[in-house]
């Protein structure tokens, strides 16, 4: 598995360590956020245009907060996002 050093995606400022989890997109830690989360192969699309819903990157920072590993997705057919928040990372 390849962890690559990105920019965060929640656009905390900070760098994230991103990985590569195949079909379900992609992992990240960030220690800015305080966590870590994942996007899919959709939300990453949109993240790498810098268009990811500021509304979904306001979500998972809170579940961050809260201490949940939440995860955003953007469907490639009606390009609706939505955050999933499991349990606890
Ligand atoms: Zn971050």
Sequence with gaps: MTTTSVDC???CGGQAQRSPIGWRGYAYRCPTCGGSFELSDGAQADADRGQLHPQAIERARQALANGKHP???TGADDKRTTV???GAS
């Design 84 to 86: 999933i928040v499991s």
């Design 71 to 73: 995860r955003i997705e």
């Design 9 to 11: 995606p929640l656009q």
